[in-house]
């Protein structure tokens, strides 16, 4: 119980949610963007090896980002609390850097297993049934994380999703539009 508490006082979960989902969308849209960029080589190693590159830098970035802002907004709320209670919070440090640990963590971890597992038919096909599955790939990914957050949130599970695939079709739109313009 203790345990729950502890995460609970430090939001771990809520922002653990809210890292997921939205770096997953960006690791799904930086795979569909990398696919579709490649239409015209037809090769899948390419594909591949630029989702791992991209999906590496996305980890290291969320990693990073997440950390360095979790730890100064953190340190800023342990600072104020000390201030007010005019004592050292030693275990309230001790969470706070576990939490920004463990946020910082799944903040790089997702956008790069969502990479993995869209560009991941790219490591085994040709690019034609490679690119199918990995677009279906990217729609049910897509949709899914609309479905969740409708579903933490009480909303039409079809609408998000709906609003999720669309923010994908408009990422191919685009990236077909500055790609294959010339």
Do not use: W
Not at 39 to 57: C, D, N, P, Q, R
Not at 64 to 70: D, G, H, K, L, V
């Amino acid at each position: 119980m203790k345990q729950k508490n502890r995460f609970s006082r430090l939001e771990i979960v809520p922002l653990a949610r809210r890292y997921i989902v939205m770096n997953s969308f960006d690791g799904v849209l930086t795979a569909l963007a990398i696919m579709i960029s490649q239409i015209a080589t037809k090769e899948s190693s390419i594909v591949f090896h630029a989702g791992i590159a991209s999906g590496l830098g996305l980890a290291i970035s969320g990693i990073t980002s997440a950390y360095m802002a979790e730890k100064a907004e953190r340190d800023i709320e342990i600072e104020n609390l000390e201030r007010a209670m005019l004592s050292e919070l030693k275990g309230r440090r001790e969470d706070s850097r576990l939490a920004t640990l463990l946020l910082a963590i799944v903040n790089g971890i997702a956008p790069m297993l969502a990479v993995l597992l869209v560009i991941s038919p790219f490591a085994f096909l040709a690019f034609g049934p490679a690119f199918i599955i990995s677009v279906l790939f990217c729609c049910m990914l897509l949709f899914s994380l609309g479905v969740y957050l409708a579903r933490i949130s009480d909303k039409s599970m079809v609408l998000y999703g709906l609003q999720m695939l669309i923010a994908g079709i408009v990422t191919a739109a685009l990236v077909i539009g500055i790609t294959y313009a010339a």
